[in-house]
């Protein structure tokens, strides 16, 4: 992963997303580009424009923490992306490789299978995923062969048929999947895939271009299930203390709807593989996942 300026590769694009009329600005004119000018930007967070070229070009490598901070209220940036800024620019505790965030804590295992009737699986920084519940690993069946969801996403041929909202789903994924490489900048599994998800697939390549960086926390997932049908999830996140860079994500349906009853059917599949009783998971007749008065999306 080129990252000689990976500072001013951020900077650009966070730059070109910013509308001029958002902070005051003619958006008319003669720009030949979006967003705002160097120029524009430099008056903006209080600094020579002779200065900021020069840190946007990789030429000034050892900006102040005032300045970064400055142009990070210029560029609007939100809480994830500016500690994104400061990393880059070297003024944040950047953790290096570290093997303990590839194994997976026997507690935490332990926990996953407290989530009977949910799909639960934890994450490595590179989006590996290191442990399921029974239900996440029915819920992942179709995808034989690969185990990095990134990878699964752009590369697996029933990505796009599993997940119908595949474009918000993968600019999400993107978006954390750039966050950690500015948390864990050595990591080699991260920059192995990103090297070669750049190379081989263009719409990895344009979103990782776009340099918008922002966490994981609560998402809606959709999941056309051969076996289950469509599932509706509502996922959240949290991270895994004992392990810097892991996440362990936790997807619940909607009570009383057809993907409860889903969920719930294959988690008795799996009850009667391990030679358990199995529990009635027949949804209740006429369920939704759009009870009357929610929406999901």
Same mark, same amino acid.
């Given at each position: 992963m080129p990252d000689a300026n990976r500072l001013g590769e951020f900077l650009r694009a966070s730059r070109a997303r910013v509308d001029p009329q958002e902070v005051g600005l $003619? %958006?008319?004119g003669d720009r030949r580009v979006p967003g705002l000018r160097r120029e524009e930007?430099?008056?903006?967070? *209080?600094? =020579?424009?002779?200065?900021?070229? %020069?840190?946007e070009q990789g030429r000034e490598r050892n900006p102040s923490a005032q300045v970064l901070d400055a142009i990070g209220r210029a560029l609007r940036l939100d809480p994830d992306a500016r500690r994104h800024l400061f990393r880059l620019a070297g003024l944040h505790p950047r953790l290096g490789p570290d093997n303990s965030r590839d194994s997976?804590?026997?507690?935490?295992? /332990?926990?996953?299978?407290? !989530? $009977?009737?949910?799909?639960?699986?934890?994450?490595?920084?590179?989006?590996?995923v290191l442990a399921t519940n029974s239900v996440a690993a029915a819920l992942l069946s179709p995808f &034989? *062969?690969?185990?990095?969801?990134?990878?699964v996403l752009f590369q697996h041929p029933q990505a796009r048929a599993v997940f119908p909202d595949w474009s918000t789903l993968t600019e999400n994924v993107v978006h954390a999947l750039q966050l950690n490489a500015g948390r864990f900048p050595e990591d080699p599994h991260i920059r192995a895939l990103v090297a070669d998800l750049r190379r081989d =697939? $263009?719409? !990895? /390549?344009?979103?990782?271009?776009?340099? &918008?960086?922002?966490g994981l926390t609560r998402m809606f997932k959709v999941i056309d299930h051969p076996e289950a049908g469509r599932v509706h999830l509502t996922y959240?996140? !949290?991270d895994v203390r004992d392990a810097p860079g892991q996440q362990l994500l936790v997807g619940t349906p909607e009570p009383g709807s057809h993907s409860a009853g889903a969920l719930a059917a294959l988690a008795a599949a799996d009850r009667v593989i391990a030679g358990q009783p199995p529990a009635d998971s027949q949804p209740p007749e006429g369920a939704s996942d759009h009870p009357a008065g929610s929406q999901e999306s």
């Open positions: $003619p %958006r008319g930007l430099a008056v903006l967070a *209080g600094v =020579s424009a002779d200065y900021y070229a %020069r840190l997976v804590h026997p507690a935490l295992l /332990r926990l996953l299978d407290a !989530f $009977p009737d949910t799909a639960a699986y934890v994450l490595s920084p590179a989006f590996e &034989t *062969g690969p185990t990095n969801m990134v990878r =697939s $263009p719409a !990895f /390549r344009t979103l990782w271009a776009d340099q &918008t960086v922002r959240q996140t !949290f």
